[in-house]
């Protein structure tokens, strides 16, 4: 917090606080006491002085935010203010879809690089092919600048029916392109594969509006390819909504069973049960979950396990067992209200300690790391933890996420800093799109691919240079520990450039642990 600002934030969230309970006051047609009139009166004083008196100019509504979110937070970590700009972007997670142009780019070289086209999008009917790259967009030339993700998202992103024209680069040729924005889908589901055998493999993102029908379409669909066991990835998936997780998980429970318990102060208290008929109610399961799964994932994985359908596998899982909903304010923002806790089946809040601080808490996977909890298990976190029973009469515990029942470490075996050092600056990237230039008819399949293709010594030579480039020295002694690894996400991230996500997660499959694991639980 900027110190110049340190007396202003509670004289501010005083202000809030009045004004807030004037307001309701108001809208309930409750007479304000003659006390608090004169108080609202201070208020309004001081917030004069401020103006006439404060040593700098104050952004006052960049002040005003700020102190809100912080009057929230002193609440709980999850109950949040939603700026009226930003609301557009939260509800495109929450719908699953958004008003573009239909590509999937990265900014290699400071050039906007096309990976994927979607197909029968505004850019596949306008004919931009992967491969291109876009030098103008609207008249604005935007090649060799040092331009951001979320600057090229402003630009392309609008509203359907709009337009926007392009430049692209193909074949040193200069190409002018109109494209008429349409609705674009953000798939929740980004890879569902058949892996050895009859084992299915489905990887989830994020919960939103459409997840539960991705999923049973896919679950249909590698059914029909002889599916007879699933492995369910919710690694990294940070929930979203809740009615998502709650159909998913009615596809692997028989009728009758429970899914989820919400209470609250002012929420009628609920208990969602599963109905017959689900996709997958005899089919084996195993779930992966990590530091990263929460809340949506969380109630998923609970469910899975308290009813003991099936195997959790991964790290111990984030720990929200909080209830948001939204409420609109006047000028469209948004405050995002805690009203209610989640309880799994057997009766467990897993929601963790809110901890000395907003920061602290959501850095607290940190200290998990630090405290080695991403190798080991952590029995000591449930120490204090009162004792639930799955269906079964397994013992579990409340209060810090869920733990898997089959632990499996983190691996960093091969991972070196040089090896880290490539990926985060977008070496892989830049090298697998530069490989893929005149290849992206190669290959017919995921599997095709996957099957023939391992790193020629060019392709690992290439991406060495194009680190140099980077600012990252060859070190000979960690490429020769990471060879292996920094071979496979080579290929998997030319999988990923032919592919998209679904043949990045299909490659890097062979070479995950986890799900590695897994494989082996579904095969006994």
């Known amino acids: 917090m900027n110190k110049k600002y340190a007396f202003v934030y509670p004289v ?13 006051s108001k809208l309930n047609q409750v007479e304000t006491p003659p006390n608090q009139l004169g108080s609202y009166s201070k208020m309004q004083e001081i917030i004069s002085l401020l103006d006439r008196e404060y040593v700098d100019s104050i952004e006052s509504k960049k002040l005003f935010e700020k102190t809100i979110s912080d009057m929230l937070h002193e609440l709980d970590p999850h109950s949040n203010y939603i ?21 999937r780019f990265a900014i290699i070289r400071d050039t906007l690089c096309v990976t994927n086209v979607i197909l029968n999008s505004p850019s ?3 004919g931009v092919l992967a491969g291109d790259k876009i030098l103008m967009i609207d008249g604005k ?9 979320e600057d090229v998202l402003g630009k392309l992103k609008g509203d359907p029916n709009t337009k926007v024209q392009v430049q692209l680069y193909r074949d040193s040729k200069k190409i002018e392109k109109t494209i008429s924005r349409g609705i674009i889908p953000i798939p ?8 050895e055998g009859n084992i299915g493999y489905i990887r989830l993102d994020n919960f939103s509006v459409s997840s539960a029908d991705e999923f049973h379409f896919a679950a249909q669909q590698l059914k029909s390819k002889g599916m007879k066991k699933l492995i369910f990835d919710l690694r990294d998936n940070g929930g979203g909504v809740l009615d998502g997780a709650v159909k998913i998980a009615d596809e692997f429970l028989p009728a009758g069973q429970k899914i989820v318990i919400i209470k609250g102060k002012k929420y009628a208290n609920t208990t969602r049960y599963s109905r017959s008929g689900g996709l997958l109610e005899s089919t084996p399961l195993v779930v992966l979950i990590n530091e990263n799964s929460a809340s949506a994932s969380e109630i998923l994985a609970g469910a899975i396990q308290d009813n003991d359908r099936g195997t959790i596998i991964g790290r111990r899982s984030f720990g929200k067992g909080l209830v948001q909903q939204d409420f609109s304010l006047s000028d469209k923002s948004d405050v995002r209200l805690t009203i209610a806790r989640y309880y799994t089946p057997s009766g467990r809040c897993i929601q963790k300690p809110f901890g000395e601080s907003y920061e602290d808490y959501y850095h607290s996977n940190e200290k998990r790391r630090d405290n080695g909890e991403y190798f080991a298990p952590d029995s000591s976190v449930f120490k204090n933890a009162n004792k639930f029973k799955t269906l079964k009469g397994r013992t579990v515990y409340d209060g810090g996420g869920i733990m898997p029942d089959i632990f499996v470490p983190l691996d960093t075996l091969n991972s ?9 600056a977008g070496a892989f990237q830049q090298a697998a799109f530069d490989f893929v230039a005149n290849k992206r008819s190669s290959w017919s399949s995921i599997q095709q691919f996957s099957s023939s293709f391992s790193a020629p010594k060019t392709l ?19 490429f020769a520990r990471s060879e292996g690894l920094i071979k496979h996400i080579l290929k998997a991230e030319i999988a990923r450039q032919l592919f ?25």
């Open 12 to 24: 501010l969230l005083m202000v809030f606080l009045a004004v807030g309970l004037l307001i309701g």
């Open 83 to 103: 700026p009226y700009e930003d609301m557009k972007s939260v509800n495109e997670q929450i719908d699953g879809k958004f008003g573009g142009i239909g590509i």
């Open 124 to 126: 596949a009917r306008a």
């Open 141 to 149: 030339n935007i090649a060799h600048k040092k331009i951001k993700n």
């Open 188 to 195: 929740s589901i980004v890879c569902a594969q058949m892996l």
């Open 416 to 424: 070196t800093l040089y090896y880290l050092s490539l990926r985060y």
């Open 460 to 478: 690992v030579q290439a991406l060495i240079k194009d680190g140099e480039k980077l600012g990252i020295p060859y070190r000979a002694d960690e």
């Open 500 to 524: 998209i996500e679904e043949g990045y997660f299909f490659v890097i499959g062979s070479y995950d642990k986890e799900v590695q694991k897994a494989a082996q639980i579904l095969k006994r």
